[in-house]
């Protein structure tokens, strides 16, 4: 009886330990979204890429009309390994107005030409990207 007792209690107490440890072991995530604008006034179709520094984990979103992006890992998941990121932009408007396409192509290179790093945290990550029109 005393025998059955004492593995009882260690079938217990090596379930706990390994209810702790996986608990402890589950990687944390976080999401990203946020507006992307160019002098204080929203833009539209900015790729906005998100690339870890340790991991092999990178995340992308295109802002809307408004300027608002949402950042999406793999196929269609929000969720992302917390850390730092390496922060990049893209254009990605259709050819219709070339003149104001080559202008944002040309912000965003110079946006890309000085490397901005984010660490993203667990829970929601708001990023407002503001691009500056250097030909002022």
Known sequence: MIQ????IVCFCLLACLVAVS????SASTGTIEGT????????K?????FR??????????????SGAYR????RAKRDLPVGD???SLGVMLPEESEESSSKLRRQVKQFNDSPRTETIESGTN??????ADSAK
């Open 4 to 7: 059955r007792l004492k593995n």
């Open 22 to 25: 996986l608990t402890g072991c």
């Open 36 to 43: 992307v604008t160019v002098d204080g006034k929203p833009v």
């Open 45 to 49: 179709g900015v790729e906005v890429i």
């Open 52 to 65: 870890h520094k340790e991991l092999p984990a990178e995340g992308s979103g295109v802002s809307d009309d």
């Open 71 to 74: 950042v999406f890992y793999g």
């Open 85 to 87: 990121y390496n922060l």
């Open 126 to 131: 708001v990023i407002t990207i503001e691009v």
